[in-house]
């Protein structure tokens, strides 16, 4: 990693390196060896299918299933771990193992792919990043091969309990069975071992690392706190309202426990994992409307999902509760937020309701799907979720190409993106007098 010669901004390089992944990812899913029917990939569905797997999103226009060998399955597996843990994550892994010192600049770009504020214990963090992560996908692949080897031949078992823990743990959706999981939609063990997965995924390496240094939660800092509460309170709701609104739907006819953990899976899974244990496609169009809601919201900063993360949603409704009570200070926890955290929030938000409005909006021009099809997909898209209503597939190759884009974007954020693209300015050295302006 020679970033030293090189005059780009943290946020230049972090977008190019997934660029740079992407492009690798395309080109070995192109090869005759990755696919079935022996000629590979075109480039466009190659490019889609490496952007879904790198920024961890799972939509797919070929099933993963039956259009890929051992070694293309492989390869969709790496592009998977690489963009859950970071570019940079991967990268400090490698310069580990060859015992190459982290430089100042390499510092900075870690703190860019992780989303931290600050630049000290950066290395660190990703070392306890690193040893979470294999440490969470050998224990659940351990406990999945138990499940599948009642079903699958050994080695079979190996590989499928390996490829569904690194997809659920980086929140990435893809799936072996050609279905996703609606094979296991009342299976204890494998609900039990995804969903686990998905969350821990999603709340954050920072949130579990301080989970575990600080068993009390008293102790803990504010942004674990709101990470731990919205969280909380987006499970249980989306629960709640899964199990009445599809009871006699997609849940009908199963046993109470299964429809019990079907509607556990539907509130889970929209935190940017992807997997689905009943046909999304089914689902009523209320079910569809608070799925789009859970998957903008999506996962926790420094996690390996996408959305406009818990924090930023959980920053805008306490500002949004405070103008409302009329406090000047915004203030949580007996702490306060810096006004820069909240015009982050607030911009980090329109920007992605803004790319959403966008690409729907292009989308419904050129195609004839309904617009909650649309939307859904697209909303699945930027919070690098995989769910769809079925249309992937079916979509032309000028919406495959805005739908490639919306998932790059979602993966490395709306905010990081268009640092990285626009001119970084200086702080200026007076200021312009004030002026009121109604609104509302």
Not at 60 to 78: D, H, R, Y
Not at 126 to 140: C, D, H, K, P, S
Not at 153 to 178: E, K, Q, R
Not at 242 to 268: C, H, Q, R
Request: with cysteine; aromatic share 10%; net charge positive.
């Amino acid at each position: 990693m020679n970033l030293k010669k090189k005059n780009l901004t943290p946020a230049q390089y972090l977008v190019s390196g997934y660029f740079v992944i992407i492009m690798l990812g395309s080109l070995l899913l192109m090869l005759p060896a990755a696919t079935n029917d022996g000629q590979g990939l075109g480039a466009i569905d190659a490019v889609f299918t490496a952007t879904s797997a790198t920024c961890v999103t799972g939509l797919i226009v070929v099933n993963t299933k039956e259009a890929f060998t051992l070694f293309g399955s492989t390869v969709i597996m790496l592009l998977i771990q690489i963009g859950g843990l970071g570019i940079m994550s991967m990268s400090t892994l490698f310069a580990f193992i060859i015992g190459k010192k982290i430089s100042l600049k390499e510092r900075l770009i870690i703190q860019e792919d992780l989303n931290q504020y600050q630049i000290s214990g950066m290395v660190r963090l990703v070392q306890y990043l690193l040893g979470f992560t294999f440490a969470i996908e050998g224990t659940a692949a351990a406990i999945l091969f138990l499940r599948f080897s009642q079903d699958y031949s050994f080695w079979n078992s190996i590989y499928l309990s390996i490829f569904h823990a690194v997809s659920a743990f980086n929140n990435a959706g893809f799936d072996l069975f050609g279905n996703s999981l609606e094979g296991f939609t009342g299976d204890i063990t494998v609900n039990f071992i995804i969903m686990t997965l998905i969350i821990l995924g999603g709340i954050g390496f920072g949130v579990m690392m301080e989970v575990y240094n600080r068993i009390k939660f008293k102790k803990t800092t504010l942004q674990t706190k709101i990470v731990v509460v919205i969280t909380l309170a987006l499970l249980i709701l989306g629960f709640l309202l899964f199990f009445i609104l599809e009871y006699n739907n997609t849940l009908a006819g199963l046993p109470l426990l299964d429809k019990t953990l079907g509607a556990m899976f539907l509130s889970v899974t929209p935190r940017t994992a992807g997997f689905n244990t009943v046909p999304t496609g089914a689902l009523k169009q209320s079910s569809l409307f608070l799925i789009i809601v859970l998957m903008f919201i999506g996962a926790s900063p420094s996690s390996t999902g996408g959305g406009i993360k818990t924090t930023t949603f959980g920053v805008i409704l306490v500002t949004m509760k405070n103008m409302i009570t009329g406090k000047e200070d915004m203030e949580i926890y007996n702490r306060r937020f810096e006004k820069q955290i909240i015009y982050k929030a607030f911009t980090i938000t329109m920007l992605a309701a803004g790319l959403i409005i966008l690409v729907t909006t292009l989308l419904l021009v050129i195609e004839d799907f309904p617009f909650i099809d649309i939307l859904f997909e697209t909303v699945s898209a930027f919070g690098t979720v995989g769910l769809s209503t079925g249309i992937t597939g079916e979509l032309s190759k000028i919406s495959r190409i805005l739908i490639t884009i919306t998932m790059f974007a979602g993966r490395v954020g709306p905010l990081t993106l268009a640092v990285a693209i626009g001119e970084k300015q200086r702080k200026g050295i007076y200021h312009y007098p004030t002026e009121k302006v109604m609104v509302g």
